[in-house]
C-alpha cells in the first residue's frame, strides 16, 4: 500500500511556524516511505481566505523545499462533490435537514447553561423524516451515533476514547449549502487515498467526529498522529510575541531553509540525543513513532545556533549567491569587492545567518565613515602610528598581483622584525584601520580581503585619524 500524507493550509495568513512543522513531518513520512504528499488549499471559508495567502504559503513551502505529488487542490473548487456526498448522506438517511429556527436554538442553549449542562444540539429533528419544500433552505446536520464510544490509536497520543454522547449532530451543510469543514477533510481524504494524517493536536478535537464520517461513508480509518503544539518559552501557545512570524520572514533574516527544516524537526521529533541533521538525514531517521508525546518550546537562540552549524556545511557558491543579493539589498554592489565565495568562506565561522554575514562585511565592498568607537579608541592610539606606517610601506612594496596571505605575512612579518615588536601589537590597529571594527576574520585573511588599494588608502586614514585625535577635540575625527 502506498503511503499518501497530506498538508492541507487554511489560506488566511502566512505559514507560520507550527504549520511548517506540520507540512515537514508529512513530507518526511511521504519521502521516507516512498509515498505521496498532497497538498490541499483549504480555502471554505470564503470571507477569510485569500490569493494572496495562498500564494505566500506555496512560496515559503518551495523556499523550503516541501515539494508535493498531487495538488494543489482547491476545496473552493470541489463544491459539487461535497454536494453529491451531503446528498448521498441524506439520502441514505446518514444526516437531515434540521428546520430549528436561530430562536430555537438559543433557547436550548440558554436553558442547557441554566442547567450546568454542556450547550448542544439537542436532535429535535433528528426524527421527524421531515423534507424541505420547495426553495426552503435548511441546515443538514449529520446523525452521529448516540451510544458507545470512538476509539482511536493515535501514533503519538495512544488510544484515544470519546463518549459518542459528547458529540452532538454537527451541521454538515448551511443553510446556504455550503459545505462545512469537517465534511469537506473528511471527503477530501478519502478522494485523495489519504492514509495518514499528521497534523497538529489542535485537531484532535475534530478526529471522532471526522471518524464517524469516514465509517459514514464506508471508508477505511486513516492513521492518525497529532503532534503537540509548539510552545513559547513562557509556556503558552507560539504566537507572533515569541518569533512565530512567517516562515519567510526568517529566510529574509539569513537562516537557511535546512536549517530551519532541522530546528523544526528537532521542535517535535528527536533521535537520539543527536541536534544537528541533513535533509537526506532526516528523511532516513524520521519515523512518526519517535515523534514527542510532549510540546516544545521555541527557541530562537538554538535555531540560531542550528543555522550555524549548517553555514559551515553549506557550499560556498550557494553562500555566495545568497551573500550577493543581501549585499544588494544592503545597497552594495557585490562587484567592487573580494568575490562573494572567499568571503563567504571566511565569514561561515564568524556569523550565525548570511544576513550577519552580509552586515559584516559591508566594510569589503564600500568605505565606511566612522570606525567602531570602541574599537578605535583602544587601538587607533598614538603608538600604534609609527607600526602602520611601517606596514603601509611594507604593503605598498608587495605587487599587486602577489596579493595573497603569502606575501601580506611576509611583509608584517617585516615589520615585526625591524621594529622587534610582536603580532599583539599591531594586529588590531590594523584591523580596526582596514575594516573599522575590532572582530573579523584572521588578519591576513582580513587584509588580502580589502585588497592593496583600499588597505593602503585606509592606513593613511587611519593616520590622519590619530593625528587629528592627537590634536584633540572631544568626539571622534571625521576620517578623511
Ligand atoms: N486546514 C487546517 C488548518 O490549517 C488543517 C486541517 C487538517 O489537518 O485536517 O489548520
Known amino acids: 500500500m502506498q503511503i499518501v500524507t497530506r498538508f492541507p493550509p487554511s489560506p488566511t495568513g502566512y505559514l507560520h511556524l507550527g504549520s511548517a512543522r506540520t507540512a515537514l513531518f508529512n513530507w518526511l513520512y511521504a519521502k521516507k516511505t516512498g509515498g505521496q504528499l498532497v497538498l490541499r488549499i483549504e480555502d471554505t471559508d470564503r470571507q477569510r481566505s485569500t490569493q494572496e495567502a495562498i500564494d505566500t504559503i506555496i512560496e515559503a513551502l518551495q523556499w523550503l523545499g516541501l515539494d508535493w505529488d498531487r495538488g494543489p487542490f482547491c476545496q473552493s473548487e470541489r463544491f459539487d462533490r461535497y454536494q453529491e456526498v451531503i446528498r448521498q448522506l441524506l439520502d441514505e438517511g446518514k444526516a437531515y435537514h434540521c428546520f430549528c429556527t436561530r430562536e430555537r436554538l438559543d433557547a436550548l442553549r440558554e436553558a442547557q ?30 446523525k452521529s451515533p448516540l451510544h458507545g464510544t470512538v476509539v482511536f490509536d493515535d501514533v503519538v497520543r495512544g488510544a484515544v476514547a470519546v463518549e459518542n454522547a459528547r458529540l452532538d449532530d454537527l451541521i454538515i451543510a448551511r443553510s446556504d449549502g455550503a459545505p462545512t469543514y469537517n465534511l469537506c477533510v473528511v471527503v477530501d481524504d478519502i478522494d485523495m487515498g489519504v492514509t495518514h494524517i499528521i497534523r497538529g493536536d489542535d485537531h484532535t478535537n475534530n478526529t471522532p467526529r471526522q471518524i464517524h464520517i469516514f465509517q ?33 520572514e526568517y529566510r529574509d533574516q539569513g537562516i537557511l531553509p535546512e536549517a530551519l527544516l532541522n530546528y523544526l524537526a528537532r521542535l517535535g ?95 569589503l565592498y564600500a568605505d565606511f565613515d566612522r570606525y567602531e568607537p570602541g574599537a578605535a579608541k583602544k587601538h587607533l592610539t598614538p603608538s600604534a602610528a609609527a607600526p602602520l606606517q611601517s606596514l603601509h610601506d611594507a604593503f605598498e612594496a608587495v605587487d599587486d598581483r602577489d596579493w595573497r596571505e603569502t606575501a ?59 593625528a587629528a585625535r592627537r590634536a584633540g577635540g572631544t568626539g571622534q575625527p571625521q576620517i578623511s
Open 113 to 142: 447553561r441554566a442547567d450546568g449542562r454542556n450547550p448542544g444540539y439537542d436532535r429535535h429533528c433528528r426524527d421527524l423524516g421531515r423534507q424541505p419544500s420547495p426553495g426552503q433552505s435548511t441546515v443538514v446536520r449529520f
Open 216 to 248: 459514514s461513508l464506508g471508508a477505511p480509518l486513516p492513521v492518525f498522529a497529532h503532534i503537540p503544539m509548539i510552545l513559547g518559552a513562557d509556556g503558552r501557545r507560539l504566537s507572533k510575541r515569541h518569533g512565530d512570524v512567517s516562515v519567510l
Open 269 to 363: 521529533w528527536a533521535h537520539g540525543d543527536r541536534e544537528v541533521f541533513s535533509v537526506a538525514e532526516m528523511v532516513e531517521l524520521f519515523d512518526l513513532k519517535d515523534i514527542n508525546k510532549s510540546a516544545a518550546s521555541f527557541d530562537p537562540a538554538k535555531l540560531l545556533w542550528i543555522n550555524q552549524r549548517h553555514l559551515q556545511q553549506a557550499p560556498p557558491q550557494r553562500l555566495a549567491d545568497d551573500l550577493g543579493a543581501r549585499l544588494t539589498r544592503h545597497g552594495l554592489d557585490p562587484g567592487a569587492g573580494p568575490p562573494l565565495a572567499e568571503v563567504a568562506e571566511a565569514m561561515r565561522e564568524r556569523a550565525q545567518t548570511v544576513e550577519e554575514m552580509a552586515v559584516k562585511v559591508a566594510y
Open 408 to 466: 601580506i605575512n611576509r611583509a608584517i612579518a617585516g615589520v615585526l622584525e625591524a621594529q622587534s615588536i610582536k603580532l599583539g601589537r599591531i594586529a588590531q590597529p590594523l584591523r580596526v584601520a582596514v575594516s573599522g571594527v575590532a572582530a573579523t576574520p584572521p588578519i591576513d585573511t582580513t587584509v588580502k580581503l580589502v585588497g592593496r588599494r583600499r588597505t593602503l588608502e585606509r592606513i593613511q586614514k587611519a593616520l590622519r585619524w590619530i
